[in-house]
């Protein structure tokens, strides 16, 4: 497991498991095999994370057989999960504690369960995959 917000601390309590992938012989596609489950780790829904990884690789993106997939040809497992580390620096760690407690509104506030701070998040409406991932929590 590593820590949700990149820290070496052992004793940081938020985890998630590193990203295991599997290219698919045929396509070019490239499956997130727990993408579900890292998820889940961040309370987020699944279609966020895999829209970030494929908006911010441009490409495309879906789900097969309940299996997720980026089409792609060789992206490194570690670029994988720096895209990962920016979904959650976006979108997770609250902005001033830290703490990945947080949920987002409907109206793009993001609430943090651990300290009580609240944030209008502010979309850069520059059609970017920040941008993008944030017109999705709007509806
Ligand atoms: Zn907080």
Redesign the pocket.
Request: glycine share 16%; proline share 0%.
């Given at each position: 497991m590593i820590n949700i917000d990149r820290s070496d601390d052992i004793f940081y309590r938020y985890k998630m498991s590193p990203l295991i992938i599997r290219q698919q012989g045929r396509n070019g596609q490239l499956i997130l095999v727990n993408i579900d489950e890292i998820a889940k780790q961040l309370s987020v829904d699944s279609i966020k994370l895999v829209k970030f990884i494929s908006y911010e690789l441009g490409t495309k993106s879906g789900n097969t057989n309940n299996q997720w997939w980026i089409k792609a040809e060789q992206p490194t497992v570690s670029i994988l999960q720096e895209i990962i580390s920016k979904f959650i620096d976006n979108f997770i760690l609250?902005k001033?504690?830290?703490?990945p407690?947080?949920t987002i509104s409907n109206h793009l506030t993001m609430k943090?369960a651990?300290?009580?701070?609240r944030v209008k998040l502010v979309r850069p409406e520059d059609n970017g995959s920040v941008d993008k991932i944030l017109k999705m929590y709007k509806k």
């Open positions: 609250c001033q504690c830290g703490n407690e947080t943090c651990s300290c009580g701070h």
